[in-house]
């Protein structure tokens, strides 16, 4: 098999799934969740659990795809600077292990969700606390993922216009979505936005269509051979 043919239809392929997975996940938990109410996003989440769970599944998806497009872009990007290539995987690895614990507390919160519905959703009773908890700390979680999300990508980001694989259009295309959500991601971390809010995820929607935009690109062009010639010749 042709590996210059079949690595970037790889890529292309697990960045449109990234992409896709990642947008469904947050579509379903925005329709739940109402940052300012405790009490309806816990009734909300257990009147749709199906939706919750959709969103966490999701997000395991997605970290599978994050962990192949890692993995792939590392061997592909290597040469033109192995130590920060090192480092982009390294921040990706450790980016999937929050987001998998964090979602560890977004499951716990649609089970405290549904036992605070069968309770009779009593007013300042201890599952509010318990709910509060769980959602501010998946919220945290998601935070600190985005952080490592973003600087894994800047780094993958910078190899990938250096090596020129690509038109330089998608390498600075991804840099300055990464560096919006970068900002967005601060505001969440120091609490002046919400992780779910609507500045948090406008900031964050660029790399949407980057995803996509690079992934079919991939699937469809490939990379430009004669770069890959004269980076091996």
Avoid: C
């Avoid at 697990?14 to 009490?39: H, K, P, T, Y």
């Avoid at 993995?71 to 290597?78: I, Q």
């Amino acid at each position: 098999m042709d590996s210059n043919k079949f690595t970037p239809r790889l890529l292309g392929i697990v960045f449109v799934i990234q992409a896709v997975a990642s947008l469904v996940s947050g579509l379903m938990s925005r329709a739940l969740i109402e940052s300012d109410n405790i009490s309806n996003t816990m009734i909300n989440i257990s009147n749709a659990p199906g939706k919750m769970l959709g969103s966490i599944v999701g997000e395991l998806i997605t970290a599978i795809a994050i962990i192949l497009l890692a993995v792939v872009l590392y061997t592909t990007l290597k040469k033109q600077n192995k130590i920060i290539a090192r480092w982009a995987l390294g921040l990706r690895i450790t980016e999937v292990a929050v987001l998998a614990v964090s979602r560890i507390f977004a499951f716990s919160l649609l089970y405290t969700s549904q036992l605070f519905v069968k309770a009779g959703a009593p007013d300042s009773s201890y599952f509010h606390t318990l709910g509060s908890l769980f959602y501010e700390s998946a919220s945290y979680g998601y935070e600190i993922n985005m952080l490592f999300f973003i600087l894994g990508g800047l780094l993958f980001y910078y190899l990938l216009l250096k090596s020129k694989y690509v038109p330089i259009v998608f390498p600075i295309w991804g840099i300055t979505a990464t560096s919006l959500a970068f900002i967005g991601t601060l505001l969440g971390l120091f609490g002046i936005i919400g992780a779910f809010s609507v500045t948090a995820m406008a900031l964050a929607l660029p790399n949407l269509p980057f995803e996509l935009a690079i992934g079919v690109w991939l699937m469809v062009k490939g990379f430009r051979l004669q770069e890959i010639k004269s980076k091996s010749g």
